[in-house]
């Protein structure tokens, strides 16, 4: 067996990487793999850069830019495997949900109604209001700037955004330090469980099926370790697939549980993995149906944009270099026929 350490945030969609130990996908790849949480997107980061992991959790846009080297690190990072695609909602206080008249959870009702508001706030001279995203190369950060822009909100100078890492958005929520905050399952139903705030919108409604969380690895390791590569992610794309069958996000969301993953109440974490196509303000995780694992150039593509619009690049930059060079579909393909060619382990 071949001993792996991966690396994680304490979120919903950190499922597949749970599911993939407890259901015994990596052990039928024969991977004997520990998972390490973390407490902040530039730790898993930096950790990942160190050889400190073997692979990680990461953002979605967080292997374009360290491809770039605008993470303040350079050390290039890939990945081959779509972890999740959407998951993340607009969460405010509850007094900005109720100054805001409670509107419908549409992209547009919701950005009007704030527009509304900060007019207001100008005129009357009150201060500007935060938002809250976890990381400076993330979907929430891009997806809340898209969101806000749409709405004809500057988001450089109409409103302020800071970054908190996910565990401590409810807490800042709490104590009156920011608005708002875009942040993934379960602290949106952390926030209204608790009474402190209240879910505005779900991003996807900005961007539908946006990918969120990829697998990543340093290049240097991939190239060190081909075989356990393609290996791990061929287990999680059994584990990805499993999520997708009925009834089984439920029994995901107990391993967290059991695991103590989540600083949440145990009902939010059932609740964030429900799958509720009725609920506009549902997270809808999408773990494994049809290409969704598959790294997508078109999203690596509107992240590039991103990082372009807001003044986080050069505008020089080689688009598709840097696409291939961190997006791998080749080696996912492989991969992909490996997970389909072993019989792996259901849960009892």
């Known amino acids: 067996m071949t001993k792996l350490k991966l690396g994680l945030l304490p979120l919903a969609d950190a499922a597949p990487l749970y599911v993939a130990r407890e259901c015994g996908y990596f052990a039928g790849q024969g991977l004997d793999v520990s998972l390490s949480v973390e407490a902040s997107w530039a730790g898993l980061r930096d950790k990942l850069a160190a050889g400190m992991l073997d692979a990680a959790q990461l953002l979605a846009p967080m292997p374009l830019a360290a491809q770039l080297g605008i993470d303040r690190l350079g050390v290039p990072i890939e990945t081959a495997l779509t972890l999740t695609r959407n998951g993340n909602a607009i969460t405010v206080s509850n007094a900005l949900h109720a100054a805001l008249g409670a509107p419908t959870p549409t992209a547009q009702a919701t950005g009007s109604a704030l527009k509304a508001l900060l007019l207001r706030d100008r005129a009357e001279g009150r201060p500007l209001r935060t938002f809250a995203h976890v990381f400076p190369f993330s979907t929430h950060h891009y997806l809340l700037r898209d969101w806000l822009c749409s709405a004809g909100i500057d988001p450089d100078h109409d409103v302020r955004l800071v970054v908190v890492p996910p565990p401590l958005t409810l807490k800042a929520l709490r104590d009156g330090r920011i608005d708002g905050y875009c942040v993934g399952a379960p602290w949106g139903y952390a926030a209204e469980h608790e009474g402190t705030g209240r879910r505005l919108l779900a991003t996807h409604t900005i961007r539908p099926g946006c990918a969120e969380k990829v697998l990543g690895v340093s290049r240097d390791w991939a190239a060190a370790h081909p075989d356990a590569y393609l290996a791990m992610i061929a287990a999680l794309i059994e584990a990805g697939r499993w999520l997708e069958q ?34 506009p303000l549902s997270p809808q995780f999408i773990f494994g149906a049809g290409e969704t694992l598959s790294p997508h150039h078109d999203d690596a593509r509107w992240f590039l944009a991103q990082m372009q619009r807001w003044g986080q690049t050069r505008s020089e930059v080689d688009i598709e270099d840097t696409i291939e060079a961190s997006y791998r579909l080749a080696t996912h393909s492989v991969a992909s026929a ?8 259901r849960p009892q």
Do not use: H, W, Y
């Open 246 to 279: 009925r009834g089984n996000r439920a029994a995901a969301a107990q391993m967290l549980i059991e695991a103590r993953l989540i600083s949440a109440p145990e009902e939010c974490v059932r609740a964030a993995l429900r799958d509720d196509a009725n609920d």
């Open 338 to 345: 490996r997970a389909t060619s072993v019989l792996s382990p």
